[in-house]
T-cell receptor
Framework: EDQVTQSPEALRLQEGESSSLNCSYT??????LFWYRQDPGKGPEFLFT???AGEEKEKERLKATLTKKESFLHITAPKPEDSATYLCAVQDSGNTPLVFGKGTRLSVIA | DTEVTQTPKHLVMGMTNKKSLKCEQHMGHRAMYWYKQKAKKPPELMFVYSYEKLSINESVPSRFSPECPNSSLLNLHLHALQPEDSALYLC???????????????FGPGTRLTVL
């Protein structure tokens, strides 16, 4: 059974304090790993898709990396507006639904 | 443009009402999805439409009835809902569902549903 585990559940950072969020996954064949940002009461906003181990993608203060067992979302010098829940999801090979992790709630304090 | 729109933004309904949620995308995507999300939980898949045909129904109660009138529109008809059905209902779309590639799903803003 496909599984996705995100850690930590919640993270509180001071503005400018860089850190990383972790997404560990178990799939029989990875078709893709996705990162989303979700603000309270709103739909998930797409950030990155990673396809294979070794791949990295960047967007502003965010950088996502992928290994065969986990992905990291690195946040460099975060700002209060980066506060949100970050969701990781994986898709197994074939026509299988996304499997979501429970998310990491990030709070960045000014 | 990666926009998925949903209407209404908020909906309050009684247990005997009939209402519909609407979703629209103009990205040429051929797969559309309905998800349900409870507070502090990840989205849960309800239905998948591929090329306007229902591909997946994740054992959703019949009081939820999906409809895909064309490739750009997706509806969710609601009837005789229960208070526990109160949640954020999300629509998403992707380029394809049955293709060999990896298809990123783009989500709409959601409809906040409250059942009294």
């Amino acid at each position: 059974e496909d599984q996705v585990t995100q850690s930590p559940e919640a993270l509180r950072l001071q503005e400018g304090e860089s850190s990383s969020l972790n997404c560990s996954y178990t799939v029989s064949g990875l078709r893709g790993l996705f990162w989303y940002r979700q603000d309270p009461g709103k739909g998930p906003e797409f950030l990155f898709t990673l396809y294979s181990a070794g791949e990295e993608k960047e967007k502003e203060r965010l950088k996502a990396t992928l290994t065969k067992k986990e992905s990291f979302l690195h946040i460099t010098a975060p700002k209060p507006e980066d506060s949100a829940t970050y969701l990781c999801a994986v898709q197994d090979s074939g026509n299988t639904p996304l499997v979501f992790g429970k998310g990491t709630r990030l709070s960045v304090i000014a | 443009d990666t926009e998925v729109t949903q209407t209404p933004k908020h909906l309050v309904m009684g247990m005997t009402n009939k209402k519909s949620l609407k979703c629209e995308q103009h990205m040429g995507h051929r797969a559309m999805y309905w998800y349900k999300q409870k507070a502090k939980k990840p989205p849960e898949l309800m239905f998948v439409y591929s090329y306007e045909k229902l591909s997946i129904n994740e054992s959703v109660p019949s009081r939820f009835s999906p409809e895909c009138p064309n490739s750009s529109l997706l509806n969710l008809h609601l009837h005789a809902l229960q208070p526990e059905d109160s949640a954020l209902y999300l629509c998403a779309s992707s380029q394809d569902w049955e293709g060999a590639g990896t298809d990123t799903q783009y989500f709409g803003p959601g409809t906040r549903l409250t059942v009294l």
